[in-house]
């Protein structure tokens, strides 16, 4: 089993900048991809962005260039760095990782980090 644990949320005006990190613990040999969702109120949960071990990147078009997924593979650490920060960038984030190759991970999940935009 994998624990992973969110922290950075919080509150940011628009235009502002945030950075979302999720350590890893437990069994993270042979961990894979990992990534960041979002939920916000009413919708579904999304990807944002996902990284592979080495180092291949997949984000969501509406975040493109504005976010930046990072993973530090000895720490086991997953980053989300976000900038240009938007009212519809509000939602909880998740942390997930996956033991497989792909690029919509969703093995593990962190409970989430709330990231609120205000106007």
């Known amino acids: 089993q994998v624990q992973l644990v969110e922290s950075g949320g919080g509150l940011v005006q628009v235009g502002g900048s945030l950075r979302l990190s999720c350590a890893a613990s437990?069994?993270?040999?042979?961990?894979?991809?990992m990534g960041w969702y979002r939920q916000a109120p009413g919708k579904l949960r999304e990807l944002v962005a996902a990284?592979?071990?080495?180092?291949?990147?997949k984000y969501a078009a509406s975040v493109e260039g504005r976010f930046t997924i990072s993973r530090d593979n000895a720490k086991n650490t997953l980053y989300l760095q976000m900038n240009s920060l938007k009212p519809e960038d509000t939602a909880v984030y998740y942390c997930?990782?996956?033991?497989?190759?792909?690029?919509?991970?969703?093995?593990?999940w962190g409970q989430g980090t709330q990231v609120t935009v205000s106007t």
């Open positions: 997930s990782a996956d033991y497989r190759p792909t690029m919509t991970p969703d093995n593990f």
């Open positions: 437990g069994t993270t040999l042979g961990l894979d991809a």
């Open positions: 990284i592979s071990t080495s180092g291949r990147t």
